[in-house]
């Protein structure tokens, strides 16, 4: 009896072991770091890759001695990979360094979806900002033109959408309600920010009181309605040093959400309070903090509608050029060609349209796109591309100039007009069409817009660059693939030993 369940014992040891290193690890998040040598005025940067993520997960980044935290960027990029959308996702801390140095980032953990991922840390050497002739007069300009900026919107903001409440001779506090822009144009991009600000010296110590519950009630009010949200997610809530009116404040930021109204009616945002206690810094200790709010002022920002023209409400807007790219020169007639058509820029990427097929004519035959983007959020706006890459059939010898078939029509916001994106490539069809890709090269499209060409980049290589050229007698060996056929057989063995000892028992 005992040799009996010893041997099954065995049994199921050795399966578990086998079946669980036959499995692939895919999805474990990873930490990367940026330059570890920079110079003073170049931010540092720590990254952490989640593969298969398409919920935004919320992540607390380490302190690092030294440094200041600038904020984080949040890249998602769909990729097919065995057929499947697998949509990964990069967030950047970003970390601005106080004083010239060498530093010491110590071991840390970081915690995504339950899975904590450590990192052993690292050194970093800091260098004194560059003083060959120009660069201090260039730093300089450029510190200059950045605090102008930041006390320009400030001030706006505090004509306008700040509620400076309960200033006192020694400081003052105040929630602001803010937008990226006054006025946009429908289905363009506006960034509103909710933050609180604190002097240096002011004379009280606040605490905030049930922060998340508040957020949620104060949310809802400002969000508006029949509007794209594209979120820009705040990790931690670590104050910023800012100068607003020649005073030095510590900028507590809530909430931050780029909206993309798909109306032409303005955007009219409530004033919203939030509710944090207060006790003075000088003075008779207090054992129970008194409870003060603090409220914003109404904000309004006013949606223009789009020009005249015949595909008005239907086009998007923004900023966008055109790259584009066939996965070779020459084709024979009847065969089929890759070919990449990707807009890249500024706006709502994640909702761009393909391009329009124009008439269509017996030279060629278009095939469905595929379809994947990729987003990074910035301060104040959506950036990335959308890539449509399509399959072409030509029917007859010659050039096809692929301008006849493919156009996309959006509205520039800055140039206030309507523009069109046309390519520029042209698919010659021959009985030359053998000339493999590596001895032609990608080639690089660009943009037509009014009639101006706006020079493009080339896409990536092709999945199928090549093929024609392949020897499929000769397969690569891939060590993941045998080692998982090799546990696989084991288990199999392993389960044909357990029915055998099971049915001699």
């Known amino acids: 009896m005992f040799v009996a369940i010893f041997q099954k014992f065995i049994v199921l040891f050795f399966f578990c072991s086998i079946l669980g290193f036959g499995q692939s690890v895919d999805n474990v998040a990873s930490i990367e770091f940026g330059q570890i040598i920079f110079p003073i005025e ?47 996702q990069v967030i950047t801390q970003n970390y601005q360094a106080k004083a010239a140095g060498r530093f010491r980032l110590l071991p840390f953990t970081i915690v995504v979806n339950g899975e904590t991922i450590r990192s052993e840390g690292t050194t970093l050497l800091v260098k004194p900002a560059s003083t060959a002739p120009g660069a201090v007069d260039a730093m300089r ?51 509103l920010t909710l933050s609180f600000f604190v002097a240096d010296n002011y004379p009280f110590e606040l605490s905030f009181q049930a922060l998340d519950k508040q957020l949620q009630t104060i949310t809802k009010k400002i969000r508006p309605t029949n509007s794209w949200e594209e979120n820009l997610p705040i990790n931690d809530l670590k104050p910023l040093s800012v100068i607003i009116g020649g005073k030095k404040f510590r900028e507590y930021r809530l909430f931050q959400s780029v909206f993309f109204p798909l109306s032409n009616q303005s955007l009219r945002l409530p004033a919203v309070a939030l509710q944090l206690g207060r006790r003075p810094v000088i003075g008779p200790p207090s054992f129970q903090p008194e409870t003060i709010l603090f409220t914003s002022k109404p904000l309004t920002i006013a949606v223009r509608s789009l020009p005249v023209h015949p595909l008005r409400g239907r086009v998007p807007v923004g900023s966008f050029q055109l790259e584009e790219s066939l996965e070779r020169q020459h084709v024979a007639a009847g065969k089929s060609i890759r070919y990449t058509f990707s807009i890249s820029g500024a706006g709502n990427v994640a909702t761009l349209p393909a391009p329009v097929l124009l008439h269509e004519r017996a030279e060629l035959d278009v095939f469905p796109p595929e379809e994947r983007h990729s987003i990074s959020h910035s301060s104040n706006e959506i950036i990335g591309s959308k890539t449509f890459t399509y399959f072409v059939v030509p029917h007859q010898n010659g050039s096809i100039s692929l301008a006849n078939h493919f156009q996309w029509i959006y509205f520039d916001p800055q140039t206030a007009r309507y523009d069109t994106l046309r390519p520029r490539l042209e698919l010659r069809v021959g009985d030359n069409e053998s000339v493999p890709l590596s001895n032609i090269g990608v080639l690089t499209g660009a943009a037509v817009a009014n009639g101006e060409a706006v020079p493009g980049a080339p896409v990536g290589n092709s999945l199928y660059a090549g093929i024609e050229a392949m020897d499929s007698t000769h397969q690569p060996i891939s060590m993941s693939v045998l080692i998982r056929s090799i546990a696989n057989v084991l288990i199999v063995l392993m389960l044909l030993g357990m029915v055998f000892v099971l049915v001699k028992k």
């Open 141 to 191: 300009n450029t510190a200059s033109d950045l605090e102008n900026e930041l006390n320009n919107t400030r001030s706006a903001s505090v004509n306008a959408p700040l509620n400076t409440i309960d200033i006192s001779p020694g400081g003052a506090a105040f929630l602001s309600l803010r937008a990226s822009k006054s006025s946009i144009y429908a289905g363009g991009g506006v960034s």
């Open 42 to 88: 170049r931010p540092f940067a720590i990254s952490l890759i989640i593969p298969n993520s398409e919920t935004r997960a919320t992540i607390t980044f380490p302190d690092i001695a030294g440094f200041t935290k600038k904020g984080t960027s949040t890249s998602m990029s769909p990729v097919e990979v065995d057929g499947k959308i697998v949509t990964s």
